[in-house]
């Protein structure tokens, strides 16, 4: 799907001698300010990506997103990242983004926090920094490219494990790392939709896969071992809902132990198709990275600044306005089943 993966993951040697000629280029044409156009100088569209990890189904999804978006407008672009998703793994590309002269970068974040030192240098050298999926603190970025709203996207996920066990039992969360800033909203606010509309639904314990496969599988044995009335997962991570429906197809769970929650049509397809899962949510990931590679470029050319009310054009997907502390909606989360799921393929 995505022939250009070798492409991004370019050698360290080849990144530096593009790094060099991107500031070469912008030294002999008069400079350019903060990564834009200025004084009529060519804007730097040079576009990296960094994703929580690398090898992550749903973010070679939201990358491919992206470089097509990229490719739309006539930018470079390169996804540089770690293969685990720890709090301060994403720094030193960050850092490494910075001093290879890149004109804008997008970055799904470990930790709130973690990135914020990083992230305020690699800005004070003129790129122009987007989040998307997983926000920093909002002062650490330009904007942040929003899936959908948290209350949504924790409304959906309670909505499907309610449907699924009759709104009554034992459910348990399986989520990505414990720093992760999008899985920590979401949580938080299932909590809130159960008490407040689920009273008989008791939320037993929230388990932490860590976007790692085995981990995650791990986790959900542990949980049907520990809760042996539980009668529901929900794993709002891509990769846990995938391992945990790995584990429920051939265990003896399988048809009377529910799960739902976040996840790609063609990580999931089988165990729809074999009844281990009825339904489940997402937005398409595609969308997000070409929506958040296109929001980068009007930031770089000066099209927006990133403030409440400025618009822009996302090529095939149409217009968008930035929101309150810089935040833009990409929209509502969408629900797969067994009557929808062949009609994608991502």
């Not at 997103?65 to 994403?90: I, L, R």
């Amino acid at each position: 799907m995505f022939a250009k993966k070798g492409t991004r993951r370019a050698g360290i040697a080849a990144a530096l001698a593009l790094g060099v000629t991107l500031v070469a280029a912008g030294c002999a044409g008069g400079g350019t300010d903060a990564g834009g156009d200025a004084g009529g100088d060519e804007a730097n569209l040079s576009i990296t990506m960094l994703p929580k990890n690398l090898g992550n189904p749903y973010f070679d999804t939201s990358t491919g997103g992206a470089e097509e978006a990229t490719e739309e407008f006539g930018g470079t672009f390169e996804e540089v990242g770690p293969t685990e998703a720890s709090p301060t793994s994403q720094v030193q590309y960050i850092q490494t983004a910075a001093q290879q002269g890149a004109g804008g970068l997008i970055v799904s974040a470990n930790d709130p926090e973690a990135l914020c030192d990083a992230l305020d240098e690699a800005r004070s050298a003129g790129v122009k920094v987007v989040t998307f999926d997983s926000d920093t603190n909002p002062e650490c970025r330009d904007l942040f490219i929003n899936q959908a709203t948290s209350e949504g996207i924790a409304k959906v996920q309670v909505d499907l494990i309610a449907e699924q066990i009759g709104d009554a039992g034992q459910i348990a969360v399986l989520s990505a790392s414990a720093n992760a800033t999008n899985q920590n909203a979401w949580i938080e606010m299932m909590e809130e939709e159960l008490a407040a509309n689920h009273p008989d639904i008791e939320l037993v314990e929230v388990v932490y896969g860590d976007d790692d496969d085995q981990t995650s599988f791990d986790k959900t044995a542990a949980l049907l071992q520990t809760y042996p009335e539980l009668k529901g997962i929900v794993s709002p991570t891509t990769v846990g809902i995938a391992a945990a429906g790995r584990y429920l197809s051939t265990s003896e769970y399988k048809g009377t132990v529910a799960l739902t929650g976040l996840g790609t049509p063609n990580q999931m397809r089988e165990y729809v198709e074999d009844g281990t899962v009825t339904a489940f949510a997402l937005w398409n990931p595609a969308d997000l990275g070409y929506l958040a590679a296109f929001a980068t470029q009007a930031l770089i050319t000066g099209e927006i600044t990133g403030e409440e009310g400025d618009s822009f054009e996302a090529g095939k997907l149409g217009s968008f306005e930035v929101g309150a502390d810089g935040a833009i909606l990409l929209g509502d989360p969408f629900v797969f089943d067994a009557d929808n799921i062949g009609e994608f393929d991502f």
